[in-house]
């Protein structure tokens, strides 16, 4: 029981295999196309519950806490004990984790419901832009746009709150080919980076304009081209975004995207 009378009474939790989080993460590739991820490049802690040797629900927990499956309050004690800083995932596996855990949590900074997730698997006309795959040398231009990115996201500065570690993670994503940009004369007209890579799906995350060349096309042209390289590489292309942004879902259903299930974000 814990200090606000909550019981957690509820299913074994055991160390899964990486082959049972693979079998597991292929019944729904794009909703836990992270988890696949993180998986796959041995990162991370994952928890899960099963019957028969088969996985039920299953869990990431680190700086962000992802659950899926069913029966996820199964996971309320690890990520009251995590210190997470955002718990994210499908919207009903997020609700019965956080119904259970509250009790035991701060209290969401903010909540974000009824995300909706877009999937793409037919490339788009192209957008005949100069995108391209970030270079190191592009760091001096890719990182505040990134940071800017992030804050516009989640209303945090990640350059104060963890310079150095925001920065090994930029300089990450750009070392494994998992950032691209479109600028021309140092203005940053469209960049966006793959927050997983998986043989069914890649996501994408900080789809970013510069402020000065928004409203002129370029987010739509620059995702064109971007989902037209990675179709060749994956069967589908996926994001989220919060339902409020309506420019960024003019912009995705622009290209054909269609929604599918919806994500929830606790942000701490």
């Not at 802690?45 to 680190?62: I, M, P, Q, W, Y």
């Not at 984790?97 to 009824?114: C, Q, S, V």
């Not at 209303?155 to 993670?169: A, H, Y």
């Not at 900080?206 to 060349?213: C, G, I, L, S, T």
């Amino acid at each position: 029981m814990g200090r606000s009378g909550t019981i957690f009474t509820v299913a074994e939790l055991v160390d899964p295999r990486l082959d049972q989080i693979l079998d597991f993460c292929a019944e729904e590739p794009i909703e836990r196309v992270f988890l696949e991820d993180i998986a796959r490049r041995r990162l991370g802690r994952f928890s899960a519950t099963a019957e028969d040797g088969r996985l039920t629900a299953l869990c990431h927990v680190g700086a962000n806490v992802v659950p899926t499956g069913a029966g996820c309050d199964a996971f309320a004690g690890l990520a009251a004990a995590a210190g997470a800083r955002m718990v994210i995932g499908e919207e009903r596996a997020v609700g019965e984790l956080w119904e259970a855990a509250r009790g035991e949590m701060p209290p969401p900074r903010d909540d974000r419901p009824g995300q909706p997730v877009y999937v793409l698997d037919e490339p788009p006309e192209p957008g005949g832009t100069g995108l391209r795959r970030a270079e190191a040398r592009d760091l001096g231009l890719l990182l505040p746009a990134c940071a800017a990115a992030h804050r516009e996201e989640i209303g945090v500065d990640p350059l104060r709150r963890d310079p150095e570690g925001f920065r090994w993670r930029t300089r990450a994503q750009v070392d494994e080919g998992r950032s691209w940009l479109w600028e021309e004369r140092g203005v940053i007209l469209f960049k966006a980076e793959a927050s997983a890579w998986t043989p069914a799906a890649v996501q994408l995350q900080q789809v970013w304009v510069d402020p000065a060349a928004r409203n002129r096309g370029y987010a739509k042209r620059g995702l064109s081209d971007l989902c037209r390289f990675l179709l060749q590489r994956v069967p589908s292309v996926c994001l989220f975004v919060r339902p409020e942004n309506a420019p960024a879902i003019r912009v995705y259903d622009g290209i054909g995207m269609r929604r599918t299930i919806s994500y929830r974000s606790l942000v701490f």
